[in-house]
């Protein structure tokens, strides 16, 4: 079902990928780029205020969290353990037409770097990005490996068409993985979403939207 993709330019410029089988595009049609920026490194990595920050993030997908992140980091001297999961990894051949790199002036080697990293392995991409991926469905991961999560970039596909990974059991996982003041950004506002994160024990905010959309959520650890 989640393997007819395709690749659609969105309104800043920056390209998506739209899975036809989900009916489902990875990004906002109103900029993919606009969209990752607002939700994940405005209202996400740029509230941190820590030095080394351990992020996990749910769909790795095209690689533009990462990418956003790398590019942050090395701008504000952040280091991070950027630990993702993705359970349909994309084609390389889809994944090299990304204009991602063009549009954020990064080297396209690097982030091709992203994508060539095996799946159940780890790398210093970079001297300031360690990045560690696993090939795993949400709903089998074993949260084990993760402790003191500082940032969580939950960007599942949406609540409507996956409502089985939005759910009280696999937040209060993510929770357990947390530091104290973690947070967790996401782009869905949806009110399922809301009361799944409060019952956890989240302190959820709901925040502006990026374009096109009237709200996000922000969702601490106390
Ligand atoms: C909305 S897209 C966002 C992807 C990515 N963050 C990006 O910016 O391109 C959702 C991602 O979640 C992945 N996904 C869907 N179901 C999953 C599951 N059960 N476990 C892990 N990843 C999943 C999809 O394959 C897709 O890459």
Do not use: C
């Not at 080394?52 to 690689?63: A, K, M, P, Q, V």
């Amino acid at each position: 079902m989640l393997s007819e993709n395709k690749l659609i330019l969105t309104t800043d410029g920056s390209h998506t990928v739209l899975n036809s089988g989900i009916g489902e595009t990875y990004h906002s049609e109103n900029g993919a780029i606009n969209e990752s920026l607002h939700v994940f490194i405005q209202n996400g990595l740029s509230l941190i205020n820590k030095t080394e920050i351990n992020i996990l993030e749910i769909g790795f997908g095209t690689g533009l969290n990462a990418l956003l992140t790398y590019q942050f980091a090395a701008a504000n001297n952040k280091n991070i353990n950027y630990f993702t999961l993705e359970k349909f990894p994309l084609k390389k051949g889809l994944v090299k037409q990304l204009n991602y790199t063009e549009k954020l002036s990064v080297d396209n080697e690097f982030f091709l770097k992203l994508h060539d990293l095996g799946w159940d392995n780890e790398s210093n991409i970079s001297p300031n990005f360690r990045l560690i991926k696993r090939k795993s469905d949400l709903l089998d991961y074993n949260f084990n490996e993760l402790k003191n999560i500082d940032l969580v970039f939950f960007d599942a596909f949406s609540p409507s068409k996956q409502p089985e990974l939005w759910t009280k059991n696999i937040f209060d996982k993510i929770y357990n993985a947390m530091s104290v003041s973690g947070l967790l950004s996401t782009y869905s506002s949806a009110g399922v979403v809301k009361r799944a994160l409060r019952e956890v024990g989240f302190k959820v905010k709901r925040k502006p939207g990026p374009k096109g959309k009237f709200h996000m959520l922000n969702a601490t650890k106390e």
